[in-house]
């Protein structure tokens, strides 16, 4: 057995985030065009795709029992979640979403404690305060300019309610790393929630244009990378720890936001910025708990 830097989990989970933001503007763009539903279908299917030679060049092997149980576990919280949230980012700018998905990590911490027997340090709770005061400011910058339209208020309602799947998520990604590698994850996850989609594909699916068939291969290839960065990342540091990273998040989705459909940045950002890498950096000071698998 060898040690890992302790630094290289909070590293490989930062590319991981960094990598579904980037998804996200990818997703947001299909599903502008194709819809949600086949946005996200096509998607894991492609992503599964990809991840066949890999998954057979690792040796093919069908997961054990427990392994089995949190795929499909996770699997579903995600189908529930994955849906909510796109429906929620084609109807308001990428950095409010996510800036309102951030009540997700807060949460999470404390299923971490619930589900997985974590004891929650203080500095991981300061770190998260301190995540959540980030994206406060940010939110009332941007909801404080004006009133917001009934199409605005229902997405914002969908990705709040994806929030809570999104926290379980967090949780249960902890637990599968340390049950299964992350090709195993990354394959059986896109396979599981595709066959999940395809339950409804004779009443919703329909066949993306070019165009969208480029965003929608673009993401599932970037979901495929994003998970295996996180898999790795969630099988060497606790969930508590590696929890505030996802704040992160928020800066890549200015950012992607801005370079793919002209999201303004603010003031507002920048102060909001400072607070949540300042939070992921108490986060990372101690990671006392991780071993190399």
């Not at 990604?173 to 066959?195: C, D, T």
């Not at 993306?208 to 929608?216: F, G, K, M, T, V």
């Not at 950012?255 to 303004?264: D, I, K, S, Y």
Request: one cysteine or more; proline letters at 5%.
């Amino acid at each position: 057995m060898t040690r890992d830097h302790p630094l290289l989990p909070f590293l490989s989970v930062t590319a991981g985030i960094a990598t579904f933001s980037l998804m996200d503007a990818a997703m947001k763009s299909a599903s502008i065009m194709a819809g949600v539903y086949s946005a996200l279908l096509f998607r894991n299917l492609i992503a599964s795709a990809l991840m066949v030679p890999a998954w057979l060049l690792t040796g093919g092997r069908p997961p054990g029992k427990g392994a089995l149980k949190v795929h499909l576990l996770r699997s579903a919280v995600v189908s529930c979640m994955a849906p909510l949230f796109f429906w929620g980012l084609v109807r308001i700018p990428m950095a409010e979403a996510i800036a309102i998905s951030f009540i997700a990590p807060l949460i999470a911490l404390y299923f971490a404690a619930v589900m997985l027997g974590e004891k929650i340090q203080p500095s991981a709770v300061v770190a998260s305060l301190l995540g959540i005061a980030g994206v406060l400011g940010i939110g009332a910058a941007r909801f404080g300019s004006g009133e917001l339209s009934r199409d605005s208020a229902l997405g914002i309602a969908a990705i709040l309610t994806s929030a809570v799947f999104y926290a379980v998520n967090l949780v249960l990604q902890r637990r599968q790393a340390l049950l299964a590698g992350p090709i195993e994850i990354a394959f059986f996850q896109n396979l599981i929630v595709a066959l999940i989609f395809l339950l409804a594909a004779p009443w919703l699916a329909v066949w993306p244009s070019p165009q969208a068939l480029r965003d929608i291969a673009l993401g599932g290839a970037l979901a495929v990378v994003a998970l295996l960065l996180l898999s790795w990342g969630y099988a060497r540091a606790e969930a508590q720890v590696l929890v505030p990273i996802e704040y992160t998040g928020f800066l890549w989705a200015a950012l992607f936001g801005w370079m793919w459909f002209g999201e303004a940045l603010g003031l507002a950002t920048v102060a909001g910025a400072a607070l949540i890498v300042l939070g992921c950096w108490i986060a990372a000071r101690k990671p006392t708990e991780q071993t190399a698998l």
